[in-house]
């Protein structure tokens, strides 16, 4: 096998659905990734351990749940900047920081602000960057500078019409700064966001970066993430909710053309990230480092598009959101690990995977019996959402809980932790009912009290 460290690529494509891409479904049209599956190996139980992004990066980082890690959010308190605080406090070795001892060059490029420099992702990191391309430059100005402006002025037209008449506001100075204001927006859409989410510049930043091997290359990428084309530019508002804009909040006002149109633009970003990512491999062969390298692609999370009568991410432990792509380029002369019927891959477990390839070791088995995913609360503040009027804001705190899930066998449980409710219990695609297979159910109910542990989450009682 020699002792050369084969070199690492770990692409995240940030909220990609597993039927995203065509080798696991034929809603979207992937041609790279069509012939990539071929040679690679692609995994059908790929389970991402939350159901958002700082707790499954932090388990792809540490190769821990959640729950021992301990990076997440809560049902109360605030998301920012408290997981931050807990990341900082971490005290175990992050994988960049035990690449970077076993000599590799660390090099991390993000386009998610949530995993950002200064966030203690970048620990370990030779380089960690953030891809601040043209599109993103401009959203950022709009956000932080001139959508505040605009808002001294008044939080709506009614408000901002009754504060003209009350003589409160210059109405020539706000229409020059209203023209403005939209006249950035519409040069933002002109740069082709949000379709374009400044994936094209990770590429270039990383042709200009330094590729000395041994090398350990961390990349996410954004394209996957709401908002998306037709919700952007025909229902501003709601598209602008963020992570919750739920079936509850959008109330009838998402009919069936706009949610199909929309769901076409979510498989539609396949098709770019497809082309970022065999732009990649091809650099990587360019640079004769392709043979070997461990190269990983798959999803932190994936995104529900009202299947479960909710749009967005994190909260629920759904298949949408949870069961994610994997596929795998094992280094040449190196075993791969092949897909086995009714085990899983979690996805924290590349971390181990990761570990015993870069010390020249053929990869254990990481793929398990048993696999689980959990949430804690939301990854946003209810609160924050200031375009939520207070029925829909009680409406949504309602959904908020911890929940876990156990995959086992092909058998799923979600339990509901603050309600001590089941909230999913199904073979494959088929829902169960708890009492036709109590064995079953009872045992996976045993499952998630060893998984618990001594968290406080309230269980079912056994059949």
């Known amino acids: 096998m020699g002792m050369e460290r084969p070199n690492v690529v770990l692409i995240v494509l940030d909220t990609l659905r597993k039927d995203g891409l065509s080798c696991y479904s034929n809603k979207t049209r992937t041609p790279f990734f069509e012939s990539f599956c071929s040679e690679a190996n692609f995994y059908r139980n790929a389970i991402a351990p939350s159901p958002w992004t700082v707790p499954s990066h932090v388990s792809f980082f540490t190769g821990k749940y959640a729950s021992d890690h301990g990076v997440h959010e809560e049902i109360k308190g605030n998301v920012y900047p408290d997981v931050y605080e807990k990341l900082k406090s971490y005290s175990d070795e992050l994988l960049a920081e035990r690449l970077k001892k076993k000599g590799y060059n660390t090099l991390g490029i993000t386009s998610n602000d949530w995993i950002g420099p200064g966030t203690g992702f970048d620990r370990g990191f030779n380089a960690y960057m953030y891809n601040s391309g043209p599109v993103d430059t401009l959203l950022n100005r709009i956000e ?27 109405p020539f100075s706000f229409f020059k700064d209203y023209l ?48 998306y084309r037709t919700l952007y530019r025909k229902k501003k508002k709601y598209a602008s909710v963020g992570l919750l804009v739920t079936a509850l909040y959008l109330e009838g006002k998402l009919n069936p053309d ?54 967005g991410h994190g909260i629920f432990l759904h298949d949408e959101i949870i069961d994610v792509p994997l596929i795998i380029k094992y280094p040449e002369n190196y075993k791969p690990i092949k897909e086995a019927d009714e085990k899983y891959f979690n ?19 990481v793929q398990r019996d048993l696999s689980f995913s959990e949430s804690f609360g939301s990854n946003v503040q209810v609160s924050a959402l200031s375009a939520l009027d207070e029925r829909m804001r009680g409406k949504l705190e309602g959904l908020i809980a911890p929940r876990k899930a156990v995959y086992k066998r092909g058998y799923k449980l979600v339990v509901n932790g603050l309600k001590g409710e089941v909230e999913e219990f199904r073979k494959g695609e088929s829902k169960k009912d708890p009492k036709d297979e109590k064995e079953t159910f009872n045992e996976m109910l045993d499952e998630l009290y060893f998984f618990k542990g001594k968290e406080k989450f309230k269980l079912p009682q056994k059949l």
């Not at 091809?282 to 749009?311: C, M, R, W």
């Not at 996805?347 to 088995?365: S, V």
């Open 144 to 170: 932080t500078e001139l959508r505040p402006e605009m808002k001294k002025y008044g939080n709506s037209f009614y408000e901002i019409a009754k504060n003209a008449v009350k003589g409160k506001i210059n």
């Open 258 to 311: 706009l949610l199909s149109e929309t769901l076409n633009d979510y498989y539609k970003q396949s098709f770019l990230l497809d082309r970022f990512v065999s732009d990649i491999v091809q650099y990587i062969k360019e640079e004769g480092a392709f043979e070997n390298t461990l190269f990983i692609v798959t999803s932190d999370h994936g995104q529900e598009l009202l299947e479960k009568g909710f749009f």
């Open 347 to 365: 996805i924290k477990d590349l971390f181990f995977l990761i570990d015993q390839i870069t010390d020249g070791e053929n990869p254990e088995d």
């Open 180 to 227: 403005y204001y939209r006249k950035m927006n519409g040069n933002l859409e002109g740069m082709g966001y949000p379709e374009n989410k400044d994936g094209g510049n990770m590429v270039n930043m990383l042709k200009n970066a330094s590729l000395e091997q041994p090398f350990f290359l961390f990349l996410n990428f954004m394209e996957a993430h709401e908002p």
